[in-house]
């Protein structure tokens, strides 16, 4: 079946450091691919999304490009601050019959000053 | 604000003893998914909802049962918690399915089982 699998935790970053979290999907059909942002006892976010081979998702300095023919999203941010301290989860949805996301198991970023 | 209202945020049962978590949200969005998320792990489908149509995963056991009176309201009902069921429950909605829209999380509710 689908599956997303990401980089292990946590990651440990001193403020204004390059980050890159690794996640690759295996999927039957064309899915769509996110991904979500947990702060500390909140739900979780959406931080992007792409929907398409090649689509470029970003917000807030993240950025991740699906890759189709290596079957990866990374996440990148060029200067990380302590505030994005969270879990970061990479996600896939099936654009055929399935309603569903099916998630990563999360990668903690920890940023310290 | 359109949003995903989750209540309790905090709820403590005793085992065996049943609860109901609610969600409700203002975005009038036709699909409402319930999640498990025990600690450090990802969040696990457990069923939803697309309009009035309840879809089951196959492996939620049967001591969860989920009701949607209405396209703003959506229950899940533990019929009889055990230390096992201790988790984050997340009530999320999407406008449509067919996994090109995105998914939009309440708050989650913390369920202790004492």
């Known amino acids: 079946g689908d599956s997303v699998t990401q980089m292990e935790g946590p990651v440990t970053l001193s403020e204004e450091a390059f980050l890159t979290i690794n996640c690759t999907y295996t999927?039957?059909?064309?899915?769509?691919l996110f991904w979500y942002v947990q702060y500390p006892g909140e739900g979780l976010q959406l931080l992007l999304k792409?929907?398409?081979?090649?689509d470029k998702g970003s917000n807030k300095g993240f950025e991740a490009t699906y890759r189709k023919e290596t079957t990866s999203f990374h996440l990148e941010k060029g200067s990380v601050q302590v505030s994005d301290s969270a879990v970061y989860f990479c996600?896939?949805?099936?654009?055929?019959?399935?309603?569903?996301?099916?998630f990563g198991t999360g990668t903690r970023l920890q940023v310290f000053p | 604000d359109a949003m995903v209202i989750q209540n309790p945020r905090y709820q403590v049962t005793q085992f065996g003893k049943p609860v109901t978590l609610s969600c409700s949200q203002t975005?009038?969005?036709?699909?409402m998914y319930w999640y498990q998320q025990k600690s450090s792990q990802a969040p696990k489908l457990l069923f939803h909802?697309?309009?009035?149509?309840?879809?089951n995963e196959a492996d939620t056991p049967d001591n969860f049962q989920s009701r949607r009176p209405n396209t703003s309201f959506c229950f899940l009902d533990i019929r009889s918690p055990g230390l096992g069921d201790a988790a984050m429950y997340l009530c999320?909605?999407?406008?449509?399915?067919?996994?090109?829209?995105?998914?939009?999380f309440g708050p989650g509710t913390r369920l202790t089982v004492t």
């Open positions: 909802y697309y309009d009035k149509d309840f879809n």
């Open positions: 999927a039957t059909g064309y899915p769509s």
């Open positions: 996600a896939l949805s099936d654009s055929g019959s399935t309603d569903k996301l099916i």
């Open positions: 975005l009038n969005h036709n699909v």
């Open positions: 792409a929907t398409k081979a090649d």
């Open positions: 999320a909605t999407s406008r449509e399915g067919q996994g090109l829209y995105e998914q939009y």
